[in-house]
């Protein structure tokens, strides 16, 4: 994922799930603005379900 993209959905309060096991941007899950979601696809879908 693009993490321009966290840090701008950050900025614009515009909840953001990644996909995969990290992100380089830490501070948008401390946050909360962000969601690690993992690679399986029910729990990608889960977490944006929850967004």
Known sequence: MNNRL????????????TPGDHTE???TIEIRANTIAGA?????FQSV???
């Open 25 to 27: 941007r830490q501070e």
């Open 6 to 17: 966290n840090g701008q959905a950050c900025i614009l309060f515009i909840p953001c799930v």
């Open 49 to 51: 379900k929850a967004c």
């Open 40 to 44: 399986m696809p029910e729990n990608i």
